[in-house]
């Protein structure tokens, strides 16, 4: 969400806002600036736990479900589906003919999406400034394929923009065949988004408690659904910042390396770093990567012993055991 481009659509009249009611800002990202909006009216909507906490500190209201609202802005993710999930969600927050503004940089599809609601309902000009564009139309109803559904894929429920929406991840497959046939008693599952690797944790001899660590609320909402062992316990958190009630004696990960819509590899190395912290003196955190990622010097910083215990040209699967305190865990 671009504020200048906003601020440039409503002062050159593109659209224009309600004079009163509650605006619903659906899925912006922390560091996106609302501050072209009266925040009193504004309620912010995302289940990304980072982005809902750093907006609840700003002072907004946060929801992950939109309570009734006079318009509605849609800042646009780059996943297809969700993007559409969201304007039908906006659609359905608001009154029929009230205003939906979507907001999305051209790098996130910004015109595919103008494109696909041009054929239906009646756009206005989009507004082109700051490598994207903003553009609105009255509510109309979307095609309901549009509307957030669960999907079954090989077996598991996902949902519209979640990791792995379409399909088991290729690295999390490989680090799942790559664990030990026994478990410690107490494991984590870190960014553990729609369970599969819980599902194969709780499958090894051993574990008697297993801890979802998710900031995706979809994600995790499907976990619940993927994942019902009685041993598993669901922690909607940011992995980065969340305090495992016990020391555990594995982790286990496919880290993320994006925030929002960038590459971010120090995500991941954060994630190594809490994985440590977690870990008890003798515990082990068996973690994929792409081959690419820069792990290995933080690793190395983190654990005593690194060990790699399967992959392919793409992936590598680590076992990295003792984590090291005077080093920084
Ligand atoms: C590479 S995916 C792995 C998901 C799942 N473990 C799997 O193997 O299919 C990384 C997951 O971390 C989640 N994630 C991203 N940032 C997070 C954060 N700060 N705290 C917790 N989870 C996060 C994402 O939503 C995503 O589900």
Redo the contacts with the bound molecule.
């Keep these: 969400m671009q504020s200048v481009r906003l601020n440039f659509a409503l002062e050159t009249g593109a659209f224009a806002l309600p004079e009163a009611g509650q605006l619903a800002v659906f899925r912006p990202r922390a560091g996106d600036d609302l501050s072209a909006l009266p925040k009193d009216r504004v309620q912010v909507i995302s289940g ?3 982005d809902v906490d750093h907006f609840a500190k700003a002072g907004f209201a946060v929801a992950t479900v939109a309570a009734p609202a006079a318009a509605a802005l849609v800042c646009l993710p780059r996943a297809k589906a969700e993007a559409r999930a969201l304007l039908a969600a906006a659609v359905a927050a608001v009154p029929a003919g009230a205003t939906v503004i979507v907001d999305g940089q051209k790098t996130d599809g910004v015109d595919a999406i103008y494109k696909d609601l041009r054929a239906r309902v009646a756009v206005t000009e989009a507004v082109a400034k700051a490598h994207g564009k903003i553009f609105a139309f009255p509510a109309a109803s979307l095609p309901e394929e549009w509307v957030a559904v669960p999907a079954v894929v090989e077996g598991f429920t996902t949902a519209p923009g ?3 929406a379409d399909g ?2 290729r ?2 497959a490989l ?1 799942a065949a790559a664990l030990p046939a026994k478990l410690p008693s107490r494991v984590v ?10 599902h194969h944790i709780l499958q090894r001899d051993g574990v008697k408690e297993l801890h979802l ?4 609320a979809a ?1 995790l909402d499907c976990a619940r659904l993927n994942v019902t062992d009685p041993r598993a316990q669901f922690h909607w ?4 910042l ?1 305090q495992v009630p016990h020391l555990a004696g594995a982790v286990v ?7 929002g819509r960038e590459a971010d590899p120090m ?1 991941g190395v ?2 190594l770093r809490a994985a440590a912290r977690m870990l008890a003196p003798d515990g082990t955190l068996w973690l ?1 990567a792409n081959r690419h990622l820069p792990y290995d010097l933080p690793l190395r910083a983190l654990f005593r012993e690194i060990e790699e215990v399967g992959g392919d040209t793409a992936f590598r699967v680590i076992r990295a055991a003792y984590p090291d305190r005077r080093k920084g865990a």
């Excluded at 958190?237 to 980065?240: E, L, V, Y």
């Design positions: 990304f736990k980072p979640v990791f792995s088991v991840d690295g999390s680090l599952d870190l960014g553990a988004g729609w369970g599969y690797l819980s660590v998710e900031a995706e994600a958190a940011d992995a980065t969340w990960c496919n880290p993320p390396f994006h925030t995500l954060a994630f994929v």
